[in-house]
């Protein structure tokens, strides 16, 4: 077996030592020979310098690569969790570039030359969308409701629907956000039927807010009522209490202008009457991950001034990220064109189909496939059950095959994520871009080629 030092000597360890760390690649010799070693014992025959070198060169590259990288996303989800939600625009990720890259005016008013507010960028642009009197951004819609509930309800009562107790993911549920914020929850109605006058029955001394939130993830169907923002609102301002909506996913755009089914609005909201409204900057809005709140500022400013706000803060990137997204909403012909989550809604079945006979084409006759019709969906919680006419590319004759290219696709240098569907591999072509299908393409010949049987 040769020595470590020997093998530093020859051509193809230094050619490594050109691109790692030295004491690196003595350590991805050494875990080399010692591979080696152990194989030796089990009466292997001892590799060569060429191979233990290729084998620490393997083996720095594989630690070389970013954790969090690029993938192609084709499930057909387009704001998919798992794989980071909302695709940003360019002209966000232009500015957080530009923001991040050297110093910035975060907290300095270039005018005055004194000290500047932090989200001066931001709020301006959120009450000129939204026609809110007030608007507030922090980390994500969690926190805003957390923040919210902290500010406004702390050692008082929290009234809420029975049938909007809802949990999201990751651990956040209403009754435990409630409690969090220092409030005791107050539940009222049934699952399927909570009326205003349960509403009004539940009122004490102690009751802070009235909370309203959006059945994001699932729907309550058949026999069904529900005291609506407006009642709400009139009955908050008739006990001096204050009317929250979490409305989670809170499309800016008009989901129905986009031949889609419509999500309620922030603004729809403040105009039924809610005080304050909470919603997501990484779902239907399509920009960086936030949490906004827009209301009255008698709601938002104690807020402000509340010692969580500190801690929920964004920073200089994402609000660099989140004012170039409601730029674009200012046009809203530029924010469908540019924003990726609403491109994406706004596109026709036909388009997809056109992407999938690219793909088709690209593949040629690398692997069998199949040209069919799928059903994308929206994800990240909003629009439960509505299905987007789609196609998708099917690969995989067997169950086996399939579930083992999956893994291919996903180890890939470009991982790909389908969907597995009726023993079928789908690459479903409504989440992946038409920059992408090249890409796209690269990758699936290269996991075919390595998954091919001999
Ligand atoms: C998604 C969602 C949240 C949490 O939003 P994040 O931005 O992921 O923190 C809160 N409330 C509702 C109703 C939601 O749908």
Known sequence: MPQV??????????????????????????????????????????????????????????????????????????????????????????A??????????????????????????????????????????????????????????????????????????????????????????????????????DYRAAISERTRVLLKVHQSNYRIVGFTAEASLAELSSLARERGLLLMHDLGSGAL?????????????????????????????????????????VGRAAALDPLRRHPLMRALRLDKATLAGLEATFRLYRDPVRAVAEIPVLRMLAQSADQVAARAERLGDLLERAAPFEIRSSEAQVGGGSLPGEALASWAVALGETDARAESLGVRFRRGETPVIGRLSGGRLLLDLFTVADEEVEALATAVRAAIHLDSPG
């Open 5 to 94: 030092q020997k093998l530093l000597e020859t051509p193809e360890v230094q050619a490594l030592l050109k691109a790692h760390p030295h004491a690196a690649v003595v350590e991805a010799l050494r875990a080399a020979l010692g591979a080696a070693r152990a194989d030796l014992r089990s009466g292997a025959e001892p590799p060569d310098a060429q191979t233990l070198a290729r084998r620490a060169g393997d083996a720095l590259a594989e630690g070389a690569r970013p954790y969090l990288g690029r993938v192609i996303n084709a499930t057909g989800v387009i704001l998919h969790t798992n794989l980071g939600r909302a695709p940003l625009p360019a002209a966000a990720l232009e």
């Open 96 to 197: 957080m570039a530009r923001a991040g890259l050297g110093y910035s005016n975060l907290e300095f008013d270039l005018d005055a030359g004194a000290r500047g507010a932090r989200a001066a960028g931001v709020e301006p642009l959120l009450r000129e969308l939204t026609g809110a009197e007030a608007a507030l951004a922090v980390n994500n819609a969690a926190a805003a409701v957390l923040l919210a509930l902290s500010g406004l309800a702390a050692g008082g009562e929290v009234i809420v629907s029975r049938g909007e107790m809802v949990e999201i993911g990751g651990g956040f549920r209403i009754p435990e956000v409630v409690a969090q914020g220092g409030a005791r929850l107050v539940e009222v109605g049934t699952t399927n039927k909570t009326r205003l006058d």
């Open 253 to 293: 755009a008009d989901l129905g202008r986009l031949g889609r089914t419509p999500e309620p609005r922030p603004q729809d909201s403040l105009l039924a009457g809610a005080d304050l409204v909470a919603f997501s900057g990484d779902k239907l809005m399509g920009g960086p991950q936030a949490g906004l709140l």
